[in-house]
C-alpha cells in the first residue's frame, strides 16, 4: 500500500469519524457545549492536517482540487491556539467543507 493511499484513507476515517461525533447536535453553540464531541472531533482535525505531511508534494501538485496548505494551516490554528477556536467556524466547516474534502479524498482513493 501507498504511503499517499495510507495517508487518504486515515484522513477520510477521520473526515468520518468528525460526521459521527457531531451529528447530535444542530448548532454550533450545541457541538461546542458537547464538550467530549468538540474535543474528540478538533484531534481528528489534527490528524487530518499531520496525514497531509505523509502525502509527497508531487501528489499534491498534481491534484490541487484539494487545499492541502488550508487544511495544514488549520491543523496548525486547531493544535497550538486550541483555546482561541471559534466554534462557529469549526461547524461552518463541518457542515460546509468537509462534505466536499470526503468527496475529493473518496475519487483520490479511486485514482489509486
Not at 27 to 34: G, K, N, V, W
Request: glycine share 2%; proline share 2%; with cysteine.
Amino acid at each position: 500500500m501507498s504511503k499517499e493511499l495510507l495517508a487518504l484513507q486515515t484522513i477520510l476515517e477521520s473526515v468520518d469519524t468528525i460526521f459521527l461525533y457531531s451529528k447530535e447536535s444542530s448548532t454550533a453553540d450545541d457541538f461546542y457545549h458537547d464538550r467530549k464531541s468538540f474535543d474528540a472531533c478538533m484531534i481528528h482535525f489534527i490528524n487530518i492536517g499531520e496525514m497531509i505531511d505523509r502525502i509527497s508534494m508531487d501528489f499534491r501538485d498534481s491534484h490541487s482540487e484539494v487545499p492541502w496548505q488550508e487544511i495544514k494551516n488549520f491543523r496548525n490554528i486547531v493544535a497550538h491556539n486550541y483555546f482561541g477556536i471559534d466554534a462557529e467556524e469549526i461547524w461552518d466547516i463541518i457542515e460546509h467543507h468537509l462534505p466536499e474534502l470526503k468527496t475529493n479524498i473518496k475519487s483520490l482513493i479511486h485514482t489509486l
